[in-house]
């Protein structure tokens, strides 16, 4: 089955920094990743995701890349600002109907935005 | 819309109690998910169903049974809870005709069982 690795753990930046949250998965027939933010006590929600036939998506202030041959996928985050201050969590799953569009899902970064 | 709705919020049970966590969304999607988070860890799939009157059993799925009543429901229910069963439960559901599409999540239901 799938494996997605995540990395860092925890990130802690300045205000007005970039965060960069990297991911690997090991399943080559993963084809999309999206990326969850959780605040505390609450439910994850989608921020941004990607196809595998796209190298780069952008939103604002939210990046994702892709690189399939190398099988990892990062998020980067520009000019943080307090409110990012969250757990991030990747996630990968391919088109298999079988499989019911199941999510494996990286173990999460907290990231702390210092003011 | 509401999106993904879950009930209770909080619950306290003692070992052995049994219970049934709740799930609905209003988004006309065709598969659900049940998911738990343990502190620092990520989100481990314990159910799901792909389409209504289907589920099969995710990654961590012994000690739960659950229902795809409806559509639009689909609940969690510990026959006989434990300590080990301490968790945040999340509830989730997403489209899957016409493509891959992100799960939407629910607040999620804090349970602690003593």
């Known amino acids: 089955g799938e494996n997605v690795e995540q990395h860092p753990s925890t990130l802690s930046v300045q205000e007005g920094d970039s965060a960069v949250i990297k991911c690997t998965y090991s399943?080559?027939?993963?084809?999309?990743f999206p990326w969850y933010k959780q605040e505390l006590g609450k439910g994850p929600q989608l921020i941004i995701d990607i196809r595998s036939n796209v190298g780069e998506k952008k939103d604002q202030r939210i990046a994702v890349t892709l690189n399939k041959t190398a099988k990892h996928f990062s998020l980067h985050i520009t000019e943080t600002q307090p409110e990012d201050s969250a757990v991030y969590f990747c996630?990968?799953?391919?088109?298999?109907?079988?499989?019911?569009?199941?999510?494996?899902f990286g173990g999460g970064t907290r990231v702390l935005v210092k003011p | 819309n509401a999106g993904v709705t879950q009930t209770p919020k909080f619950q306290v049970l003692k070992t052995g109690q049994s219970m049934t966590l709740q799930c609905a969304q209003d988004m006309n999607h065709n598969s659900m998910y049940w998911y738990r988070q343990d502190p620092g860890m990520g989100l481990r799939l314990i159910y799901y169903s792909a389409s209504e009157g289907t589920t099969d059993k995710g990654e961590v799925p012994n000690g739960y049974n659950v229902s795809r009543l409806n559509k639009r429901e689909f609940s969690l229910r510990l026959e006989s809870a434990a300590p080990s069963q301490t968790s945040v439960y999340f509830c989730?559901?997403?489209?899957?005709?016409?493509?891959?599409?992100?799960?939407?999540f629910g607040p999620g239901t804090r349970l602690t069982v003593l």
């Open positions: 399943d080559s027939a993963s084809n999309y």
């Open positions: 989730a559901s997403t489209q899957t005709s016409g493509g891959l599409r992100a799960q939407y």
């Open positions: 996630a990968a799953t391919s088109n298999i109907k079988a499989a019911g569009n199941k999510l494996t």
